[in-house]
């Protein structure tokens, strides 16, 4: 259990790499808002990352509750659907967010002595086929992911046509 060990251990730092890896995708301008200003009403899309990012890692972490995963990515992919992100960026926060999870796992994780993680030999086994789990939980997050923005797309699409359809009349 070395990596749920080091999940719960670095919960904080890797949340708070995660949510700056994710702001980095919007204009500097827009970027430093949304960091700034932790406020629900005055920040509503800094306010939403943060706190679906934070439910995000909490079932990756924890026991994968399939519905409320899909409730926190569909909060953050509904304000990137409509922000003219190309769909591969609109879902890069999933990637952005296995990339800060990888490298703080990895990183200064093996034990000076002898240059392999905690629990030696016996344990790299076992802290690779965790990892390795990891890794595909963040890989079905992902799909999941791809799924709802499509979602959301036909849904924006569905409203447009409604629009246009109303304006003929």
């Known amino acids: 259990m070395v990596i749920e060990e080091l999940l719960s ?5 890797i949340i708070k790499k995660c949510v700056k890896l994710i702001m980095e995708t919007y204009p500097p ?3 430093e808002v949304f960091e700034n200003s932790g406020d629900r009403f005055q920040n509503p899309v800094g306010f939403t990352i943060r706190s679906e990012v934070e439910n995000i890692y909490n079932e990756l972490a924890g026991k994968m509750d399939m519905e409320m995963l899909g409730n926190s990515l569909e909060n953050i992919i509904r304000i990137r659907a409509v922000q003219g992100f190309l769909p591969s960026e609109a879902i890069s926060f999933v990637f952005l967010m296995k ?3 990888r490298e703080e796992l990895t990183k200064d994780r093996f034990e000076e002595t002898n240059n392999t993680w905690p629990g030696g030999k016996n344990g790299e086994a076992e802290t690779l086929k965790e990892l390795l789990q990891l890794e595909e939980r ?3 997050i992902a799909l999941l992911t791809f799924d709802i923005y499509m979602k959301c797309r036909e849904k924006i699409h569905g409203i447009r ?3 246009i359809k109303r304006a003929i009349r």
């Open 9 to 13: 251990r670095k919960k904080t730092y």
């Open 29 to 31: 301008e827009s970027s």
């Open 99 to 101: 990339k800060a999870i």
């Open 138 to 140: 963040m890989d079905r």
């Open 161 to 163: 046509l409604k629009e």
